[in-house]
């Protein structure tokens, strides 16, 4: 059947303004309901989520607004014959700048300036601290949509950036390819490290101690994929050790990041509160991707971002 209405589940207000979210349908032609918990659906409605629910379940088809659609069971969309789709391609420029961010502030030290600032110190940091990020060598790991808008603005700042994909298909800007067996060679020269994989069963814990003490003592661990992927444990026992020399971290395993975290506290540990792809424009951006998934189901086309 076709879809005759379009409903947003209030948990989109995790990430984006849920009425400037509806209003961006106006020029839908079904009706655009913010609904809660317990709404009904059945296969003529439409939803688009941030978590999810049971209910979903009954609708025609479900769009998660995160690239990440670990929180949903793909199986159970799978047996009930209910498309699923993710907002996977929309984030390259967004978390592509906040990673980029982080790294030219790790090496430019604009983090430990602000640390002074609060004090009025005039801080002036040991000569062979700060460095530029230009020729440092960059290593992404996993290049869709993520892993491309860092390894694209980290080549334009004139990094060497090498990355990690299953595939070995070239990427733009990326000098070196490596296979994710090779994982190891592919990050022990690396000034930088930046997570862009997805959450599943094969990522979880791909960066544990014996990828720490693989990494150079003065590299940076840049994390804006998913907590689980990096072990917090043996991350803080590397900062500890100096295994590594410090990280930009967007997300964690427990989120919002405990107040007792000891991540927290490291001098050169950045954290921002998974906003990577926060921006005042994010709901449009996510609108449009839906507005295209949505007439593609109405012409009974191929759905872009199926993931289940
Ligand atoms: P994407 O699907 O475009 O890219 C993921 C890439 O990882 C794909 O190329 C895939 O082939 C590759 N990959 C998967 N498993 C791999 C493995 N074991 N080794 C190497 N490569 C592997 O998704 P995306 O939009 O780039 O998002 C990636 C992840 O980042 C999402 O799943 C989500 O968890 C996270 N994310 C975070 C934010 C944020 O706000 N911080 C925003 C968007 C996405």
């Known amino acids: 059947p076709q879809l005759e209405r379009l409903c947003i589940h209030e948990s989109v207000a995790n990430k984006i303004p849920k009425d400037g979210f509806a209003e961006a349908f106006s020029d839908l032609d ?22 999810p629910r049971d209910s979903f379940l ?6 998660c607004i995160r690239a990440g659609y670990d929180e949903f069971d793909t199986d159970a969309y799978a047996d009930a014959g209910v498309p699923l789709t993710n907002s996977t391609g ?63 603005r980290a080549d334009a700042l004139g990094m060497d950036v090498v990355g990690v994909r299953r595939s070995d298909e070239p990427v733009p800007g990326v000098s070196e390819i490596y296979h994710p067996d090779d994982l190891h060679e592919a990050i022990a ?22 990828e720490f003490e693989t990494m150079r003592d003065d590299a940076f661990l840049i994390n804006v994929a ?25 997300v964690f395993e427990t989120e919002p990041l405990p107040e007792d975290n000891p991540l927290w506290d490291f001098e050169e540990v950045i954290i921002s509160p998974h906003r990577g792809s926060a921006t005042n424009r994010y709901h449009l951006d996510i609108a449009d991707l839906v ?5 593609q189901y109405q012409a009974g086309e191929d759905l872009r971002n199926r993931v289940a």
């Open 226 to 250: 998913r907590g689980p992927i990096a072990d917090e444990d043996d991350l803080i026992a590397a900062l500890e050790n100096g295994d590594i020399a410090g990280a930009g971290l967007d």
């Open 30 to 51: 079904v009706p655009v309901e913010i609904v809660g918990d317990d709404e009904e659906f059945d296969r003529t409605d439409a939803v688009a989520s941030f978590r």
């Open 58 to 63: 009954d609708a025609g088809w479900v769009h």
């Open 90 to 152: 929309i984030h390259d420029t967004t978390v592509g700048e906040i990673a980029v961010g982080y790294m030219v502030s790790l090496a430019r030290m604009l983090h430990i300036y602000r640390d002074h600032q609060t004090e009025n110190d005039w801080y002036e940091p040991p000569y062979e601290r700060p460095f530029t990020v230009e020729n440092e060598r960059l290593c992404v790991v996993g290049l869709g949509t993520l892993g491309q808008g860092i390894a694209e």
């Open 291 to 295: 507005k295209e998934i949505f007439h």
């Open 189 to 210: 020269d690396a000034r930088f490290v930046a997570i862009a994989v997805p959450h599943t069963p094969k990522t979880e814990g791909m960066f544990s101690t014996p």
